[in-house]
Structures are given as C-alpha cells and as structure tokens.
C-alpha cells in the first residue's frame, strides 16, 4: 500500500516501534523535538522523512505537516508528556504543556490533514491514548484528563468523517513495556513489581503489540471500525 504516514513523538518508545513495524509496508515520517536524531533514525530504519518540531510552539501542527512535504494519508497522533504529581504540586507550564501536546495538537494536527482526505476519499487517524483516559489515574489528574479529551475527539472525529470513508480510532494502552518502565527513576514512586500486582494478566503490554493493532485499523479490513475506544492493557481497565 503506497500511501503515507505520518507518527508524532515517534524518535523512541512506542511512536518508535509502531514506526519500525510499519515501515514495511507503508511511507513513514516520523516526528520529534531533534532534528540530529530523527535524521539518524531515517538513516538507520528507512523511513522516508522527518519533521522535527516541538508541538508546545504556536503553528507547530501546520509546520510539521509542511516539513514532511508529502500529504499525509495516515495520521497517527502518538506523542505525549505524562507528569506524575498531587494536583497542588502541578505547575502552570506542566499543566499547559499537557494540553497543548495530549490535546491541541492531535487535534490541530487532524484539522490539518483531513482536507487532503477528504479530497481522496480516503484517510486514517490513529490516536494513541491512555488507560488513564478510560478508568483515571491518581496524581496525574492533567494526564487523565487530556487523554479523556483525546477519546472525545475520537469519537466526534468519526461521526463528522463516517461519510468521507475516513475512519478515526483511539488505542488506549496500559503499563506498556518501554524505556519508561525500566528507568530506575520509576522505582521513586513504584517497582515493576509492584506495578505488575495491579495488571490482572501480571504482564506488560509490548511495544508491537499495539503496532500490529494500528495496523489492523489501516488496512481496509477495519474501513467499518471507527470511532472506537480499544484498550491494549493486559486486563488493567476492569480492575485488579
């Protein structure tokens, strides 16, 4: 399928591996805050192109759209900041820049590329979410709310689009298996033991797995699924 991608925040983590698993198939762009290492990524994987721009500036959706100089058939919203705090310890350029990255951009970004879908009758959206978006998560009150905006966006999105055979989607994975989990950093807070007693399958959701789920929601055996809410998270959203 000759068509493009573009993935935001995908220079490491899961924006990273969705962008390796579908690069064989499809034209990928990645998208991150540095130019040195995006360009190394494309050099190192084959991807077709880069943008790099930092999402909390002004114009940044219409900028990275323009960088990649290419339209962009399939648009997948992964980038994110999480801020782990009691909500009277969050400060205004945290609780700003989490709007602006979870919230404005995925949608500034959508608004930017659906009229070349439009156009070609065809399109797709990917968001990826959070489990924290669909149960809620204690002290980090900013993260879960944006990324419960991300799963309302989802679903006007497809409602609004149905007719122009574009689909828009949310995966909305758990304690995934990334650089963030084994940063010792973590263990401040919690083990990865301890994390591991709240997920009912007492395991990590990988990286691939919610790669192969994107890929699903491209290909034209999803064109009938849209507007939905899939949680990738070994269990954790029905409680332990």
């Known amino acids: 399928m000759d068509k493009n991608i573009l993935i935001t925040g995908s220079s490491q983590g899961i924006g990273l591996c969705i962008a390796k698993y579908l690069a064989k198939n499809f034209n990928v762009y990645i998208s991150g805050r540095y130019r040195d290492k995006l360009q190394k990524l494309c050099t190192e994987y084959g991807f077709k192109g880069f943008a790099d721009t930092d999402l909390t500036k002004d114009n940044a959706a219409e900028k990275l759209i323009s960088k990649t100089g290419v339209n962009i058939d399939i648009l997948i919203n992964n980038a994110g900041v999480y801020f782990y705090n009691p909500i009277e310890k969050m400060t205004e350029e945290d609780i700003q820049n989490s709007i602006k990255i979870n919230t404005i951009a ?16 065809w399109g797709r959206i990917i968001n990826i979410g959070s489990i924290s978006g669909v149960v809620g998560e204690a002290n980090a ?5 944006t990324k419960a905006s991300l799963i309302g966006l989802t679903k006007a999105l497809a409602l609004e689009l149905a007719q122009n055979n574009i689909t828009v ?4 994975p758990g304690w995934v298996d990334t650089e963030l989990i084994n940063n010792k950093n973590l263990e401040e807070d919690f083990t990865k033991e301890e994390i591991l007693e709240t997920i009912p399958q007492k395991r990590f959701v990988t990286p691939d797995e919610i790669a192969s789920v994107c890929e699903f929601l491209i290909s034209d055996n999803a064109k009938t699924i849209t507007g939905q809410s899939i949680n990738i998270c070994a269990g954790l959203s029905l409680g332990c």
């Open 106 to 121: 995925p949608y500034k970004l959508s608004k930017a590329v659906i009229p070349y879908m439009k156009k070609q009758n």
């Open 141 to 145: 009150s900013i993260y879960t709310m």
């Open 169 to 172: 989607n949310i995966i909305n």
